[in-house]
């Protein structure tokens, strides 16, 4: 089970762009990789998602290199908004076979004005 | 709309008193969890399943019992609970057979055992 390492927490003025890191050195060959990001008192959303190189959406670019040791959340020009706690997920999303999905620490994002 | 409903968002109970926290989704998903989360510890999954009357231990399974007798619901039982089951929870589905689909989280119960 690929075990996920992310900054515990992470500061940014507005209008920055953010990366954020995970390290997974145990990631397998059928493992994905999901970032989601979680506001108070709420459950966790959905970001991004991405097996290798790069992917981009409309809120965030995912870059993962070659050997998938690590992956880099990228938030362009942040605003006060993204304040919010990130979450790095590594596990087979097709179903997990009969292994949990466990979630790392998460890295809290505070935007600054 | 698409969406895991938890009840309820607050619980306050006593140690030793059974209680149920129920768990919803109206989008035909075969794929159900419950995750704790406690403060500098992330969130950690308790039990999942992969359909109706199929249910497997996650990470923390002990002191919770789960159950899937219908496919949109999964409940999340504590027979005895005790004060470290203090803990907000949290209930998320996804498709099973989907690739790559992500975990779709309800709102929340924020449980206090005293």
């Known amino acids: 089970l690929a075990k996920t390492t992310q900054p515990i927490s992470m500061d940014s003025y507005e209008g920055q762009e953010v990366n954020i890191t995970c390290s997974h050195n145990?990631?397998?060959?059928?493992?994905?990789i999901t970032w989601y990001q979680q506001f108070p008192s709420q459950g966790p959303r959905f970001i991004i998602q991405?097996?290798?190189t790069k992917v981009t959406n409309e809120v965030a670019s995912l870059f993962i290199p070659a050997d998938r040791k690590s992956s880099t959340l990228s938030l362009p020009r942040v605003s006060l908004s993204d304040t919010a706690v990130y979450y790095c997920?590594?596990?087979?999303?097709?179903?997990?076979?009969?292994?949990?999905?466990?979630f790392g620490k998460g890295t809290r994002l505070s935007v600054i004005a | 709309e698409a969406q895991v409903t938890q009840n309820p968002r607050y619980l306050i109970t006593v140690t030793g008193k059974k209680l149920t926290v129920t768990c919803s989704q109206n989008?035909?998903?075969?794929?159900m969890s419950w995750y704790r989360q406690d403060p500098g510890l992330g969130l950690r999954q308790i039990y999942y399943?992969?359909?109706?009357?199929?249910?497997d231990k996650g990470d923390v399974p002990e002191g919770y019992k789960v159950s899937r007798k219908e496919k949109r619901n999964f409940p999340l039982i504590l027979e005895s609970p005790s004060p470290n089951q203090t803990s907000l929870y949290f209930c998320?589905?996804?498709?099973?057979?989907?690739?790559?689909?992500?975990?779709?989280f309800g709102n929340g119960t924020r449980l206090t055992v005293t």
């Open positions: 998320a589905s996804r498709p099973g057979s989907s690739y790559n689909s992500p975990l779709h």
């Open positions: 145990n990631i397998a060959t059928n493992d994905y």
């Open positions: 991405g097996y290798k």
């Open positions: 997920l590594v596990g087979d999303v097709r179903g997990g076979g009969n292994t949990p999905l466990v």
């Open positions: 989008m035909n998903h075969e794929y």
């Open positions: 399943s992969m359909n109706v009357e199929v249910t």
